[in-house]
């Protein structure tokens, strides 16, 4: 009898419900409301989900949507998915209109698994979606069914409350097959569908001791969603394979962060860039560095606040760099500079390029590209899109998309996204350095600094927006904030505008939306502050971002 492949989850899960089957692996947590699941309660409902998707007539390879929020009920279906050999699709459950019609349809999903807080969002959609035959919808009382459906409803409770089927073989026989289709977040155009095979998925699951450096006593935490790769690849696919117990947040909070890892006393927890802003900007209390965290896992921490959030935090920091698609550098605690998200990982060889595909003198900017140390890197597929799979890894190597340049020693330090640079006057803007004195401002709860298109006209050129969120949503004392900008930041630094805002919109993985804070601009000019002016200025800011 062959030994079952366990990069392929299903398999991993029947192996541990076997061998460990009453360890708790998994607590789910929202605002005190904890669900917890042992290996066999993941098999068993794995088991009562893939019966259910197979009544409604899935086949090997069809393909269903996951619109949720982190729920137990979320790994339960991308078990149950691999035991039918199928492919799921996860998409913010806050997802609408247009972009969520386009995933549904480029993907052709045949059905979804939802939140209940999505149903409504995936019935506005049914008409555009022909191919969505069904949903089961988690939460749903009675009265959330009564509306008119162009699909059938059914209650996911009350699947997963069904007795114990008889067991389903996993179909799923080869780790190359497709387990996922995970999009982008479309900020240039319309997202990307990427093919993930259950062998990248297993591959990463073994990053946590190799390359994270957990250790086996260790507690993961995450706040981010389960439908972004950083969730999924950082902690809990090296959770279940080492058999960590995670802790994962129905949604991230930076207020209830440290009280949640003080609680389920995590060692570890894993932050984006844009969070880590938003916890520095926290006010500082005494008791900040004693928490039982020894290890933060971040993408993009800003070199302004790296070594202050350290030690304020009493945290190590474990920086790195990669994506869904593949490549990935990474810095563990203290063997490189300040600022740099790492160097090129084992087996994969990293270089800096220009416009034209020529290597760039080290310490010059260009794009990051890999390649295996062994062969071209393999190819990516993006579902439906032939032309971006192949321009992807041309001539085997893996075109990031990132501005970075790389020091002598091969430290990489990341600029920004190809096209989404802060130029002004001929030199880039760091953002997170506006960010970090904003962050500090006692007024001040969470900010994003981003560029518009310059008045003047000037190619390439671009005026600073910095859009703050004040404690409370009190009224914003500009004629407090702007000295005091003045006093921190240089002159070329300083925002051209600060847009006050309720809150900024940000993806699944907490990434801010830029593209939502242009449209609030443009339609509430009488809102923004004139740094320069130092005034509000409704006409002039009408013309910066016409």
Known sequence: MP????????????????????????????????????????????????????????????????????????????????????????????ARDAKLAYMLNNS??????????????????????????????????????????NFALYSLEEALAAPSPAVIEVRTQDAREPM????????????????????RFGTVSNHGEAVFGYRHDDRPYTGLSLTHGNAQFVTLGPSLKMGLHAVISRKFSKSRLWDIVRRFECTTFAL??????????????????????RLVISAGMPAAIWENFAKRFGVDIFEFYGAVEGG????????????????????????????????????????????????????VQYLGNPDASVKKTAGGWLRSGDIVHMDGDGWIFFEYRAGGGIRRNGEFISPALIEKVLAEHPDIDDTFVYGIANASGAPGERDIVASVVTKGNAPL???????????????????????????????????????????????????IINVNAFARTPKSTEEKIK
């Open 272 to 293: 984006l860039g844009g969070m880590v802003t938003a916890l520095y900007s926290e006010p500082a209390r005494p008791d900040d560095a004693k928490n039982p965290v």
């Open 108 to 149: 052709g999903c045949v059905g979804a698994i939802c939140g209940h807080y999505a149903l409504e969002n995936l019935q506005d959609v049914a008409v555009r979606v022909p191919k969505i035959a069904w949903a089961y919808v988690l939460g749903a009382d009675g009265g959330q069914f009564q509306r008119q459906s």
């Open 180 to 199: 996922q289709v995970m999009y982008t977040s479309g900020t240039t155009g319309d997202p990307k569908g990427i093919v993930v095979p259950h062998q």
């Open 328 to 379: 990935m550098a990474f810095q563990r605690p203290g063997e490189g500079p300040i600022g740099s998200c790492g160097r090129a990982a084992p087996g994969l060889i990293a270089k800096v390029i220009d416009d034209k595909g020529v290597e760039v003198p080290r310490g010059s900017s260009g794009e990051l590209i890999f390649q295996l140390s062994d062969g071209p890197f393999p190819p």
């Open 3 to 94: 030994v079952p492949d366990l990069f392929i989850i299903a398999n991993l899960i029947a192996e541990r419900a076997r061998s460990h089957p009453d360890e708790a692996v998994l607590t789910f947590e929202n605002n005190g409301e904890v669900e917890t699941r042992t290996y066999r309660q993941l098999w068993d409902n794995g088991q009562r989900l893939a019966a259910a998707l197979d009544q409604r007539g899935l086949r090997k390879g069809d393909r269903f949507a996951v619109l949720l929020l982190n729920h137990p009920e979320f790994v339960e279906a991308m078990i149950a998915s691999a035991i039918l050999a199928t492919v799921f699709v996860p998409i913010d459950p806050r």
């Open 477 to 527: 004392d500009a004629r407090a904030l702007i000295p005091w900008l003045h006093s921190r930041l240089e002159t070329s630094m300083l925002p051209d505008l600060i847009q006050p805002v309720s809150e900024i919109p940000k993806t699944a993985s907490e990434k801010p939306q830029e593209r939502f804070l242009v449209d609030l601009l443009k339609s509430n000019p009488d809102q």
